[in-house]
């Protein structure tokens, strides 16, 4: 890692490198298939962009572990997750629009949740009837 990263990068570029390149991290999640895979993020980036990451990490019940187990979610959603929560930004596609919803309305990010639903709407092919 170069001493003086820092040097030159905006707000969300510096961010997207403390992310990517797990620099301070204080918190890490199991997630993917029965734990498998191990993901890292910083405590008060997730609580101040989620009230449920704030009451997980931060509240009366809060996780007393450095690990969290992520239930459900396969571990390329949640670093995508992730990488949106840190700086905004995440690569939304077919694959995976519907994984990411999920977690975004499950740890209340509503930015990425009408995010999703708009790319949904966007690459509708065909219009939906209900009968």
């Not at 993020?41 to 997730?46: E, N, S, T, V, Y």
Request: hydrophobic share 40%.
């Amino acid at each position: 890692m170069e001493t003086n990263w820092q040097d030159n990068l905006s707000l969300l570029e510096s961010l997207n490198y403390i992310m990517t390149n797990g620099v301070d991290c204080d918190i890490s999640f199991k997630v993917g298939k029965a734990g498998s895979e191990v993901v890292s993020a910083h405590k008060l980036i997730l609580a101040s962009r989620s009230s449920v990451f704030r009451a997980i990490l931060y509240g009366p019940l809060a996780e007393k572990g450095q690990t969290v187990d992520i239930p459900g979610v396969e571990s390329d959603i949640f670093k995508c997750f992730l990488r949106y929560v840190h700086t905004d930004q995440c690569s939304i596609t077919l694959d995976n629009v519907t994984g990411l919803m999920y977690t975004a309305h499950k740890y209340s990010v509503r930015r990425l949740v009408k995010e999703c639903a708009q790319f949904m709407i966007d690459n509708m092919s065909q219009p939906m009837y209900v009968r």
